[in-house]
Structure formats: C-alpha cells, structure tokens
C-alpha cells in the first residue's frame, strides 16, 4: 500500500477491526461450545498525530444533551413502602450459613448445578418461612426514596431472531427460552449454558492466547425481547427482566431491579390503534381491581361471566356486550373486538371520566425580551417558529387558544381580542405580588383572533429591538401565566435567557461553590436552591398546566432549580448554551415546531395494575404523583418514557402467569376523554437460570442508567456510580456460583450470554456526562441537562446516548449510502469507539441520537473533502452544516444519504445538528467523550478504559 510506512496513513488492514450490525455471537472459548472468533486480530492503523492528541485530551470535554428527569413525590406512598420493608439481617445470616455450608462440602454441591439449585432453594425456603421473605422489597423501595441502602440494578442483551413472530420462543442457545412443555418448559443444563471472556494479561494455561480487545462484546442494532402471544408490543412496555421471580427470596439472589419501561404513546399510532366500542353499559372492567377486559380474560358461563386476569374475581358480562361461545370456549365475535385481540386498545370515555368538561388545548408562550434574548436572535427565531406552526395549531383542532405574556424588569400583558384590530398592551412593574390585568382577553381562541396575533408576532421584535435591560423576572412571569390560564391548563412555554435577577424564584450564580473541598457536599449543586419552582410546579400540575423550559442562558443558568418546572408537570427541558443562529437556530426551530405540532394527549393520568403477588412500588420520569399510584400528566406526548419498579406484594403469586396492565386516560386535542390500554403477560418463575435466560440487555442498560442518574441528584457522583456496579457485581458472582464449569475458569469474566453487554452498558453509563468524574469535570448545567435526558427518553434513545454510533465515511462499501431492495439505505459498519482505530487518513461520523458529530483527519483525501463540502471546503465547528447538493458527484450523494436516513431514524423530537471538526483543532476535543473505551484523563474518577474495567469487574467478581 503507498505510503503505508508513513506515520498517519490509511492502512486497509484497518478495517478488519470495524464491528457490524448487529454483533455477532461472542468470540471466544466457553462451555457453550459456541463458534471461533468472527474477528482475528488486526495490526492497528497508523494513527498519525491524532494518537497523542487522544491519549493527552481523551475524556477532558464533554458534549452538552438536553435532558429531563423526575424525584416522585410519594406521599401516601410511605406508608405503602413500610408494609414491605422487613428486617435484612436474618436473611443475611441465613446466606452465610449456607455458604459455610457449602464451603465444607464445595467437592460434592457445587459439582452439579441441580444439586447447587437445590441447596439455596432450600436455604431461601427456610429465609422465607421464618419471615425474611420481602429482604429485597426494604432495598427497592430504599433506592426510590433516595435511602443509602443499595439498591436494584441490571441489564443484559438477548435478541430473537429478526423476524419472530411475537410471542415465539427465543432459542435456547444464550438467554433463550427453553424449547420444552410447559409455559416455559424445563430448563436446559445450566452448567452448559455460559459465555465467558478471556481477561488473561498474557499467555493462559497451555498457551492460551491473553486478552485480545476485538472479542469484547459491543451492541449492534438493539433488538427488544417479544412480549408473550396476544401482549402488547415491546415499544410500549418493556420488561428489564421478561419474567418474573415467585418469591422474594429469588428476587434478592437474582440482585437485578424487576422493571418495566413505559411509554404509553408512540411517535405516529394515533391512527394505528384501534378503538373498541362498547353498549350503553360502558366500558366493561373488573368490579374489584377495576382492571380493563383484555384478551387473557376468560369467559365461563356460556359467555355470561367472565374471570379477570389480574384478580380471579369472576364478574357479570353486560347484557349488550354479551355473546356465545364456540366449543373452545372463546367468543364468536372475537375478531371483531380489538379489545380481545390485541394487548394494545383505545376505549371512548363516558361521562364517569370526566372530573369536568375536556378542555381545549391551550398554548401560553412566555417570552424573555431582555437584551441577550433580543441581541442573540434568540427572540426572533422564537417568534418565527411560533408564526410558522400557527396554521397546523389551528388545524388540530378549532378549539385551540393562545395567549402571550414577555418580560425583563417588568411583566407585559396582551389584550388580544378578535374584535380588536391591534393588540393592546398591558405593563405590570408590581414583581413582588404580580396581577393579571384582564384575564378574560390574555388567552383567545385562535382561530377568532388570528389577525390580532400576526399583528403582535409582527410587532413585539421591534418593539424590543433597542432594549438595554439585561434584568429577568421570569418567577413573576411563571405566576402570572398561571393565573391566567388555571381555569382552562394546557401547556406554558417558558423561554429563558439569563439567570432570573428579580422577583421571586430569583438565582444567583452558585457555581463557584463548586470550587469547595467538602466532597459531601457536592451534590447539592445538582438540586434546586429553594422551592419556589418546585411549589410553582405542584400548583401547576394541579391545574392540568404543563410547563416546557427553552433556555439558552451561559455560562451558568442554574438548571438545577428550573428544572423541577418540568420534571413535576411532565414537561420537557431544552438548553441551547451560548446560543447563535448559525449553531443553534436551525435544531431550536425544528424541535420547537415538533413540540407545538405533534400528537399531544391533554388532562392525563396513568396507571399500571399487576396481578396478586406484585405491586407497583415506585416510578421514574416526569410526572406528578397522586394517590400512592396515579401519575399527573398534564400533557403528554410519544417522545415520553417512564420506569416503573415491580416488587413482592404481601401474598404469593399463586399462578404461573402474572400480567401487566397500563392505561393512559387523556383527552384529544378535537374534545374526546379516550384511555389508552396495553396489557401483557408475564411468565413467573422459580428457577433463577429462567431468570437469567430472561434477561433484555436493551431494556436493563437503560433502566439502569435512569435509576444512576436519578441518584447522582442526591448523593456524590462516586456513591452514584459505585450503587450502579455493586449489582452488577453481585449478579455475575451469583451466576458464576451457581455454574460449575464457571467456578474452574483461569482468568475469564463469566456470564449468561444475555447479559454480555451488562458491563459494557454500565461502563458507558458512568463514563456519561451524567455521571462521570468529580463534580467539576463537566459543568453542572450540562450534567443536568444530561440527567433529565436520562430520565424522560426511551429505551432507543438512552441505548444510543450510552454508546453511539460511529461510521467510517471514507473506507465505505460501495453499497453504503445507496438503496436496499426495501428502499431503505445502507449505513456503513459501525466502527469501535476507541481512539485506537481513529485513522488521521480517515472521515468518521458519531451519531448518538442528539448530534452528528463528523471527525476530519489532516490525512484525508482533499478529494474527499471537495467532494463532500465543494470547493468552499469544510465550514468551522460553531455552526450547523449543511452539505452542498451535488447528485453528480457519488462520494456526496452517498453521504448525504447516509446522514439523512440517521436523521429520519432519530427520534422526531431532536434535530442533529452537524457539526465539522478537524484534527488539530481546538474543537476536537468535542469527539474525546465519545470514545467511550478510551482511558480517560488520570486525575478523573471511573475513567478507566474498557479492558481495565473488565478486568476490575473480574477481579471483584472472584474475591
């Protein structure tokens, strides 16, 4: 190859080393006998000066993410947690008599896996009979009220073939379901059913070949587990575990959190769910748990009766929802009734409803008109995105009002009323105790008063095109945009350039303290300073008024105290720091837009229902908490997720099904109070190995990573981090016991295989912005930015944040960027995120789901270069770029392909941005943070590379 003896050129022999989609099986010698590695090693590219650049920079700059998150309020939940929390002592002491135990006859007990089984079997049989059954519910319930005492953690990846029908059982190699009788059948040889990895630092025994970095296990596409026959779809609930343990003994040995990931709403099924319809008897439920007919119901009696799934109570069949049976016994309309044939429904409400009236969909826009706000562009771009989505506001629905309110040092009202041929302005200087001045005309419907509002959205920029004031009132804003949409709720939407300096919920800058040496402290920069907002916010919620927060204030905003505005009202968070029209304006125009344009349900409130045995003990998200169970949301929307911790109720779990029910009860934007139904269902287990195989890695990293980062918001980030890998500790040390060709392995890392991307994700998840470092390695707006995107994203989308995506663009097949037989583009293969494959010849592109990141070598190919920018050549790092349009020119066709199809892919509620860095200058340092199996500066904690990582978690694994 030319040039291949000069320090930073391309080598080919590069690309051996670059991972497709998805992963193949895990290399490497184990007991499951499964075949060689797909990847040889490969002599590493030349590096050129990008190398040193790495190893000096790597891990010292951190990308900013838009985030959101929620500390639930329990109330009444206490006492609910009480009646589960029992003492953890006995059952501790019971485990160590069964590891002495076991200690004096290891020879014989942990020779064979049945017979291990049924030692702690026995050992948790006598835990549960002398009262220590519910030891893990004390532990659960503590992590979710923010207590000291670990807490559930977990994760793993098992994939079914593409393909597989829903409810199919997955192969029995790896994680999969045994192939026998039975709901789950008998579990195959536990003893064969393993993966492991070599960590030796040289030669094993018998020249045995050391660690070798390309057999570690990485994520290609994630692939959710299928819910059983007749459940819902994954993309609306997906289990961290997709069984349950019988008992809390099992649970406690299992040491994984038992989980759900909720998002009731998906991006575009407004159109696809169908809608069951009932008689004049409404909407047939349960008596006792009030849980809605689902296609697991039985129907006895000839069809007269039918027995509730979750409760086993048999109820009465309304005469007008009444139909025979077939010999099987299933109804003869079934077909016909979405509701019995599908785990996913939509119901029409009654009256029975209806706590009052449904209300119109409302939008009151708060808008700062001080100078950074005016100077920046901030407020024009504002008011442009708002003009440009009035027409699809008032084709949602006729009902839609609208109201505007501005502020500085003072509060300005706008009388906009359709018989008005200006809107009258109103200016209220009074910040400590502010008033609506006529509250009847601030909020107008939209389609009356549409002349009025262009006038003002033509006016108020101009109006303000001088100004000096550099004051924020924006806590005298909040409640005076309250008082005038309370009596109607809908959504407000603040936004905010500065730290507010007046009135209440005024701020000062608290980020010096950060400089303090009172390492206990540091977390009490991560929460709010007082509880203005957080009192605005309950108010709000109870008013059905959701509140979204755009701010765009630096260096330091204080997002730690506004936060919690959207976090209790189910609102969403964006931050533009620094912002320009040319970095930020289009991604701010885009994302504004989708909020005001996409589905949104209004008034709504959520709950999910499990059978005798489970309860429902604690959330996480953004949402209100009402009545132990109820989740507040004021306005909701697909682009939402929520966790929901699944524990042991007081009585056993009698049956080898248990089920899961959500509903989601809004009202639509055209005036209809509809509830949103998913119902599944579960296997329940008494063989841990069921539990293991059971594992869905996508759904554990990123159940994970939200209970890690709601954590760092209460305790130092070291706490945060070690409560993450303690369980992911204690369940490898669990599963290597219970393995008896485990426990002879020399230097491997044990595992089940569907959990061998568990480490990789915890990995990530501590290296993120969330969580990484000391407190004054990232800057804490970012951070929290950060953890709120944790919080409130789905299961794609915090897989993606955790460990991007990243394409080498210039050593390409020449498929990549061109059409399949489905007319979908082929991306290129993914490429290790690891500056050791970083080729200074080389064009690589990192998406994680909230930015495009493209990495210019100083090497590369000027015909590279001209072919994709044009002759002008790349633009600098601190705008937006948009890549010329030339369909002559092969090289740029396919890349815009590519970068297009990753933006149709992404979650419609971001826009990527791309941005343009080259090697050597200062700007690089954004690409540092993504390479995420990097080493990363020495003086920062948890920033050990991947190989080091394994090998800690292998040490403490066999201690």
């Given at each position: 190859?030319?040039?291949?003896?000069?320090?930073?050129?391309?080598?080919?022999?590069?690309?051996?080393?670059?991972?497709?989609?998805?992963?193949?099986?895990?290399?490497?010698?184990?007991?499951?006998?499964?075949?060689?590695?797909?990847?040889?090693?490969?002599?590493?590219?030349?590096?050129?000066?990008?190398a040193d650049a790495i190893d000096a920079r790597r891990g010292t700059a951190a990308d900013g993410r838009c985030a959101g998150t929620y500390d639930a309020e329990r109330g009444a939940d206490g006492a609910d947690d009480d009646e589960c929390r029992t003492?953890?002592?006995?059952?501790?002491?019971?485990?160590?008599?069964?590891?002495?135990?076991?200690?004096?006859?290891?020879?014989?007990?942990?020779?064979?896996?049945?017979?291990?089984?049924?030692?702690?079997?026995?050992?948790?049989?006598?835990?549960?009979?002398?009262?220590?059954?519910?030891?893990?519910?004390?532990?659960?319930?503590?992590?979710?009220?923010?207590?000291?005492?670990?807490?559930?953690?977990?994760?793993?990846?098992?994939?079914?073939?593409?393909?597989?029908?829903?409810?199919?059982?997955?192969?029995?190699?790896?994680?999969?379901?045994?192939?026998?009788?039975?709901?789950?059948?008998?579990?195959?040889?536990?003893?064969?059913?393993?993966?492991?990895?070599?960590?030796?630092?040289?030669?094993?025994?018998?020249?045995?070949?050391?660690?070798?970095?390309?057999?570690?296990?990485?994520?290609?596409?994630?692939?959710?587990?299928?819910?059983?026959?007749?459940?819902?779809?994954?993309?609306?609930?997906?289990?961290?575990?997709?069984?349950?343990?019988?008992?809390?003994?099992?649970?406690?040995?299992?040491?994984?959190?038992?989980?759900?990931?909720?998002?009731?709403?998906?991006?575009?099924?407004?159109?696809?769910?169908?809608?069951?319809?009932?008689?004049?008897?409404?909407?047939?439920?349960?008596?006792?748990?009030?849980?809605?007919?689902?296609?697991?119901?039985?129907?006895?009696?000839?069809?007269?009766?039918?027995?509730?799934?979750?409760?086993?109570?048999?109820?009465?069949?309304?005469?007008?929802?009444?139909?025979?049976?077939?010999?099987?016994?299933?109804?003869?309309?079934?077909?016909?009734?979405?509701?019995?044939?599908?785990?996913?429904?939509?119901?029409?409400?009654?009256?029975?409803?209806?706590?009052?009236?449904?209300?119109?969909?409302?939008?009151?826009?708060?808008?700062?008109?001080?100078?950074?706000?005016?100077?920046?562009?901030?407020?024009?771009?504002?008011?442009?995105?708002?003009?440009?989505?009035?027409?699809?506001?008032?084709?949602?629905?006729?009902?839609?009002?609208?109201?505007?309110?501005?502020?500085?040092?003072?509060?300005?009202?706008?009388?906009?009323?359709?018989?008005?041929?200006?809107?009258?302005?109103?200016?209220?200087?009074?910040?400590?105790?502010?008033?609506?001045?006529?509250?009847?005309?601030?909020?107008?419907?939209?389609?009356?008063?549409?002349?009025?509002?262009?006038?003002?959205?033509?006016?108020?920029?101009?109006?303000?095109?001088?100004?000096?004031?550099?004051?924020?009132?924006?806590?005298?804003?909040?409640?005076?945009?309250?008082?005038?949409?309370?009596?109607?709720?809908?959504?407000?939407?603040?936004?905010?350039?500065?730290?507010?300096?007046?009135?209440?919920?005024?701020?000062?800058?608290?980020?010096?303290?950060?400089?303090?040496?009172?390492?206990?402290?540091?977390?009490?920069?991560?929460?709010?300073?007082?509880?203005?907002?957080?009192?605005?916010?309950?108010?709000?919620?109870?008013?059905?008024?959701?509140?979204?927060?755009?701010?765009?204030?630096?260096?330091?905003?204080?997002?730690?105290?506004?936060?919690?505005?959207?976090?209790?009202?189910?609102?969403?968070?964006?931050?533009?720091?620094?912002?320009?029209?040319?970095?930020?304006?289009?991604?701010?125009?885009?994302?504004?837009?989708?909020?005001?344009?996409?589905?949104?349900?209004?008034?709504?409130?959520?709950?999910?229902?499990?059978?005798?045995?489970?309860?429902?003990?604690?959330?996480?998200?953004?949402?209100?908490?009402?009545?132990?169970?109820?989740?507040?949301?004021?306005?909701?929307?697909?682009?939402?997720?929520?966790?929901?911790?699944?524990?042991?109720?007081?009585?056993?779990?009698?049956?080898?099904?248990?089920?899961?029910?959500?509903?989601?009860?809004?009202?639509?934007?055209?005036?209809?109070?509809?509830?949103?139904?998913?119902?599944?269902?579960?296997?329940?287990?008494?063989?841990?190995?069921?539990?293991?195989?059971?594992?869905?890695?996508?759904?554990?990293?990123?159940?994970?990573?939200?209970?890690?980062?709601?954590?760092?918001?209460?305790?130092?980030?070291?706490?945060?981090?070690?409560?993450?890998?303690?369980?992911?500790?204690?369940?490898?040390?669990?599963?290597?016991?219970?393995?008896?060709?485990?426990?002879?392995?020399?230097?491997?890392?044990?595992?089940?295989?569907?959990?061998?991307?568990?480490?990789?994700?915890m990995f990530a998840a501590c290296k993120s912005s969330a969580l990484r470092g000391h407190a004054r390695d990232v800057p804490v707006d970012q951070r929290i930015a950060s953890v709120f995107d944790f919080m409130s994203a789905s299961t794609d989308d915090?897989?993606?944040?955790?460990?991007?995506?990243?394409?080498?663009?210039?050593?390409?097949?020449?498929?990549?960027?061109?059409?399949?037989?489905?007319?979908?583009?082929?991306?290129?293969?993914?490429?290790?995120?690891?500056?050791?494959?970083?080729?200074?010849?080389?064009?690589?592109?990192?998406?994680?789901?909230?930015?495009?990141?493209?990495?210019?070598?100083?090497?590369?190919?000027?015909?590279?270069?001209?072919?994709?920018?044009?002759?002008?050549?790349?633009?600098?790092?601190?705008?937006?770029?948009?890549?010329?349009?030339?369909?002559?020119?092969?090289?740029?066709?396919?890349?815009?392909?590519?970068?297009?199809?990753?933006?149709?892919?992404?979650?419609?509620?971001?826009?990527?941005?791309?941005?343009?860095?080259?090697?050597?200058?200062?700007?690089?340092?954004?690409?540092?943070?993504?390479?995420?199996?990097?080493?990363?500066?020495?003086?920062?904690?948890?920033?050990?590379?991947?190989?080091?990582?394994?090998?800690?978690?292998?040490?403490?694994?066999?201690?």
């Amino acid at each position: 190859v030319p040039g291949a003896g000069v320090p930073g050129a391309y080598n080919p022999a590069q690309n051996q080393q670059q991972f497709q989609q998805p992963m193949p099986g895990l290399p490497g010698a184990h007991a499951g006998g499964m075949g060689p590695p797909p990847h040889a090693p490969a002599p590493g590219g030349a590096r050129g000066g990008t190398a040193d650049a790495i190893d000096a920079r790597r891990g010292t700059a951190a990308d900013g993410r838009c985030a959101g998150t929620y500390d639930a309020e329990r109330g009444a939940d206490g006492a609910d947690d009480d009646e589960c929390r029992t003492a953890t002592d006995g059952a501790a002491a019971a485990r160590s008599a069964a590891d002495a135990a076991a200690a004096a006859t290891a020879t014989t007990v942990w020779r064979s896996a049945d017979v291990a089984r049924d030692a702690w079997d026995g050992v948790c049989g006598r835990c549960a009979a002398h009262g220590w059954a519910n030891a893990d519910d004390d532990a659960s319930a503590s992590a979710w009220d923010g207590a000291d005492a670990p807490w559930a953690a977990g994760t793993g990846m098992g994939q079914m073939p593409p393909g597989a029908p829903m409810g199919a059982p997955a192969p029995a190699q790896g994680m999969g379901y045994p192939q026998a009788p039975g709901p789950y059948g008998q579990s195959m040889s536990f003893v064969e059913d393993f993966a492991s990895l070599n960590l030796a630092p040289g030669g094993g025994p018998g020249g045995e070949p050391g660690m070798d970095p390309a057999t570690f296990p990485r994520p290609g596409d994630d692939q959710p587990r299928p819910n059983m026959e007749l459940s819902c779809d994954p993309k609306y609930m997906r289990l961290t575990c997709g069984v349950l343990p019988a008992n809390p003994s099992l649970k406690t040995r299992f040491s994984m959190p038992i989980g759900c990931i909720v998002q009731p709403l998906c991006p575009g099924d407004e159109h696809v769910v169908k809608t069951a319809h009932f008689g004049s008897s409404g909407i047939v439920r349960c008596r006792r748990c009030r849980t809605y007919i689902n296609p697991f119901v039985q129907f006895t009696d000839g069809g007269r009766r039918f027995r509730c799934n979750v409760c086993a109570l048999p109820n009465e069949v309304p005469v007008d929802y009444f139909c025979t049976l077939d010999a099987n016994g299933v109804r003869r309309d079934i077909a016909e009734r979405p509701e019995l044939n599908s785990g996913t429904v939509e119901f029409l409400a009654s009256q029975e409803y209806m706590v009052r009236p449904p209300m119109p969909p409302a939008y009151f826009f708060v808008l700062d008109v001080s100078h950074t706000s005016v100077n920046s562009g901030f407020l024009k771009k504002t008011v442009e995105t708002i003009r440009a989505s009035l027409d699809a506001l008032e084709k949602k629905s006729e009902r839609t009002q609208i109201g505007f309110l501005t502020y500085d040092s003072t509060l300005h009202f706008y009388s906009l009323k359709a018989n008005q041929s200006q809107p009258q302005m109103m200016v209220v200087a009074e910040l400590d105790d502010p008033f609506c001045p006529m509250p009847d005309d601030l909020l107008v419907n939209l389609a009356e008063s549409r002349t009025v509002i262009d006038a003002f959205l033509d006016m108020v920029c101009t109006s303000f095109a001088q100004t000096q004031n550099m004051e924020s009132a924006m806590g005298p804003a909040i409640q005076a945009a309250f008082m005038a949409m309370s009596h109607v709720g809908g959504k407000l939407l603040v936004f905010q350039s500065c730290l507010p300096t007046l009135g209440s919920g005024r701020l000062v800058n608290r980020d010096d303290t950060r400089a303090s040496t009172d390492a206990t402290r540091e977390h009490l920069l991560r929460g709010p300073v007082d509880g203005f907002f957080k009192k605005m916010s309950a108010e709000c919620s109870r008013q059905q008024i959701c509140i979204d927060l755009y701010s765009i204030a630096a260096p330091y905003s204080d997002l730690a105290s506004m936060a919690v505005l959207c976090k209790y009202t189910g609102g969403e968070l964006r931050h533009y720091p620094g912002f320009t029209l040319e970095k930020d304006g289009f991604k701010f125009e885009k994302e504004l837009r989708n909020n005001l344009e996409r589905f949104t349900a209004w008034e709504a409130v959520c709950r999910v229902r499990c059978s005798r045995g489970f309860r429902i003990c604690a959330f996480n998200g953004h949402f209100f908490i009402r009545s132990m169970d109820l989740l507040a949301l004021p306005a909701t929307d697909g682009d939402k997720a929520y966790g929901v911790h699944i524990a042991h109720d007081e009585v056993v779990p009698s049956t080898n099904i248990s089920y899961l029910q959500c509903a989601l009860l809004y009202t639509s934007a055209e005036g209809e109070r509809r509830i949103r139904v998913h119902t599944m269902a579960v296997p329940v287990v008494t063989d841990i190995a069921e539990m293991y195989r059971a594992v869905d890695g996508g759904a554990m990293g990123a159940f994970m990573a939200r209970l890690g980062a709601e954590r760092s918001l209460t305790v130092r980030l070291q706490d945060a981090r070690e409560a993450v890998m303690s369980k992911l500790v204690a369940t490898l040390r669990e599963f290597k016991l219970l393995n008896t060709q485990a426990s002879r392995a020399f230097n491997r890392l044990i595992y089940p295989e569907s959990m061998k991307l568990l480490p990789l994700f915890m990995f990530a998840a501590c290296k993120s912005s969330a969580l990484r470092g000391h407190a004054r390695d990232v800057p804490v707006d970012q951070r929290i930015a950060s953890v709120f995107d944790f919080m409130s994203a789905s299961t794609d989308d915090i897989l993606k944040l955790l460990y991007p995506s990243m394409y080498a663009l210039h050593s390409m097949p020449k498929e990549s960027g061109t059409k399949d037989e489905y007319e979908r583009v082929i991306l290129p293969p993914r490429t290790v995120l690891a500056g050791e494959r970083i080729d200074a010849r080389g064009a690589y592109l990192v998406d994680d789901g909230r930015r495009l990141l493209l990495w210019l070598g100083k090497m590369l190919e000027p015909s590279f270069v001209s072919a994709v920018f044009g002759p002008q050549g790349p633009p600098s790092a601190d705008v937006d770029c948009v890549l010329p349009a030339d369909d002559a020119n092969d090289v740029s066709k396919r890349v815009r392909a590519i970068i297009e199809d990753i933006r149709a892919r992404a979650s419609r509620a971001r826009h990527l941005a791309l941005t343009v860095v080259i090697q050597g200058h200062p700007s690089e340092t954004q690409l540092f943070p993504y390479l995420v199996e990097d080493r990363g500066a020495a003086n920062v904690d948890g920033a050990s590379s991947y190989a080091d990582f394994l090998v800690s978690v292998h040490r403490q694994v066999s201690a």
